[in-house]
């Protein structure tokens, strides 16, 4: 049995206070949930507070992303080491918006993923097309490239892989459940060419446009083992909402 993982990727959202707003009505909403692990992945700035407030709590934080040195002159970024010194235990590596908006190529994430595992953090690690990359049918290429090129090097310990299609994120397009089962069975073969029966332990998240509504059908399929959430996981009641998805 995979243990599901429903995480929010606040992306750049949320001043300290705000975070901490959040906290107050979510926490009372999930404190009694057992069956998925809970994660938060808040700006870089609200870190700290987020971690002091979680520590009694059953809900994980994440960093959004890492730099792949443990220190040294590198002006603007945030070390592994800096990342388990406040109590973060996850981090998401190889977010669409990072390989887009930054330039983060598929040996970056893989760099970041051999330094968050270097220091003991739980990566999330995601993958995805775009929209014109499936309609000129290379999604299964797509994705099996990000996946063999990421986890270079990476066992299949604890691994864990949102799959989120770049044309569903933040466009309220969700991809059917019947799209998002055929690219988590393409990206679960991937990984057992690679790890072989290990590969069935790997959780696979699912990302783009999960909202309270379409949580219960997404969840539902066979290869679908948590959601990694945007937009919905701004407010409180809606990213509980999702956490409390039918479990039937
Ligand atoms: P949305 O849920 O806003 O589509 O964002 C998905 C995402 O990118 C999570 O990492």
């Not at 066979?222 to 956490?243: C, Q, R, T």
Request: aromatic residues 8%; glycine residues 8%; contains cysteine.
């Amino acid at each position: 049995m995979r243990r599901p993982v429903i995480a929010a990727n606040w992306k750049m959202n949320k001043k300290i206070e705000e975070a901490q707003a959040f906290l107050d009505e979510f926490i009372p909403l999930v404190w009694n949930e057992r069956e998925v692990d809970i994660v938060i992945a808040p700006p870089f700035t609200a870190l700290y507070t987020m971690a002091n407030l979680l520590r009694i709590t059953n809900i994980g934080l994440a960093a959004q992303d890492l730099f792949y040195e443990d220190k040294g002159a590198y002006t603007g970024e945030i070390s592994p080491v800096m990342l388990t010194d406040i109590g973060c235990s996850y981090v998401i590596i190889g977010h669409s918006e990072r390989r887009i908006y930054f330039g983060e190529t598929d040996e970056i994430v893989n760099k970041k993923f051999r330094a968050a595992r270097r220091h003991g953090l739980e990566v999330i690690f995601c993958i995805g097309e775009s929209l014109s990359e499936r309609e000129a049918g290379m999604t299964f290429d797509v994705l099996k490239r990000q996946i063999s090129e990421g986890i270079r090097d990476i066992s299949s310990d604890g691994l864990i892989i949102a799959y989120e299609p770049v044309w569903a994120i933040g466009t309220g397009k969700t991809a059917t459940p019947d799209q998002a089962q055929e690219a988590h069975e393409s990206i679960r073969k991937t990984l057992s060419h690679l790890y072989g029966e290990p590969a069935k332990g790997v959780r696979i998240l699912y990302g783009g446009s999960v909202t309270p509504e379409n949580a219960d059908v997404l969840m539902a399929c066979p290869d679908v083992d948590g959601a990694l959430v945007g937009g919905a996981s701004l407010k409180a009641d809606s990213f509980a909402g999702i956490v409390k998805y039918n479990k039937q």
